[in-house]
């Protein structure tokens, strides 16, 4: 490579304020998710106070990589790490609740374990609930860094700001999006390329609800895109697969899509297309 172009590379790293720990931070989620969940867990705890000296490792562990980025943090690594600590117990009765949800919703899971070791969708989630926290604390890069991890491992995009309510299921998961100022109420179950998303990407949208609102107990087929920050799916609602949806629906309601599909038969094979894809 060309020397003056290797030397405005230095110089980019040493005005570089600041070193964002992302594989330590992914790491830590999943050190987080080995104590919550004991299927998941790479070691035996023979004792209470084994499964305290881990936590209390896992503790350090975060206060660090929150040091390293210390002058972007809106409190100090200690009162962040304690924050975040803090929630473990209820973040843990969230994603239990998740996981059941998982489980009834579909007729294949054949048990919470099998659900917490094997379903995209919970692995997903439970990213998204430890980063939303983040989020919510204010803390800068990481919650990201955390979604991007669970989407590339799952396929399932949601942003760290999104809002989502108890016992959230997803089936498959494989596409679907989740926008920032999406709000997701209590008992949703969501299909494979669902979209909730905005209808304008103009960057002047930044700081305003352009997701949409879906409501208790809604379920959302495959395909499904719903967009805007208007847009309310009411409670107990039905949205088909492949439903394009720029406009709320009242309480209750069965929205589909009915594509026109022609059925033929023949016999002869000189009628036979024959497609090369």
Request: net charge negative.
């Amino acid at each position: 490579m060309d020397q003056a172009f290797l030397n405005n590379l230095f110089l980019d790293h040493q005005q570089a304020q600041h070193q964002v720990p992302g594989s330590a931070t992914c790491r830590f989620v999943e050190g987080v998710m080995q104590l919550l969940f004991p299927p998941l867990s790479e070691q035996r705890f023979e004792t209470v106070d084994a499964v305290k000296v881990y936590a209390e490792s896992l503790r350090i562990e975060f206060i660090s990589i929150l040091t390293s980025m210390e002058k972007l943090l809106p409190a100090s690594p200690i009162d962040i790490a304690e924050n975040l600590i803090e929630r473990l117990p209820n973040l843990h009765r969230l994603l239990l609740q998740d996981a059941e949800a998982m489980l009834q919703g579909d007729p294949a899971a054949q048990s919470i374990e099998e659900v917490i070791r094997t379903y995209p969708g919970f692995k997903a989630v439970a990213v998204y609930r430890m980063a939303n926290a983040l989020y919510r604390l204010r803390v800068p890069l990481l919650p990201r860094i955390l979604s991007e991890y669970a989407h590339a491992r799952t396929g399932i995009d949601i942003h760290p700001g999104a809002t989502i309510g108890t016992q959230f299921c997803i089936d498959h998961g494989t596409g679907i999006v989740i926008g920032e100022t999406t709000h997701i109420g209590n008992c949703v179950k969501v299909y494979q390329g669902v979209t909730l998303g905005a209808i304008s990407v103009d960057k002047a949208m930044a700081n305003i609800k352009r997701h949409p609102t879906i409501e208790d107990h809604v379920v959302i087929y495959a395909g499904a895109t719903i967009l805007g920050g208007n847009t309310v799916v009411g409670a107990y609602s039905i949205i088909g697969g492949n439903v394009w949806l720029t406009e709320s629906v009242p309480r209750y309601s069965r929205v589909y899509h009915r594509p026109q599909i022609k059925v033929s038969r023949t016999e002869d094979p000189a009628d036979v297309l024959n497609f090369s894809i």
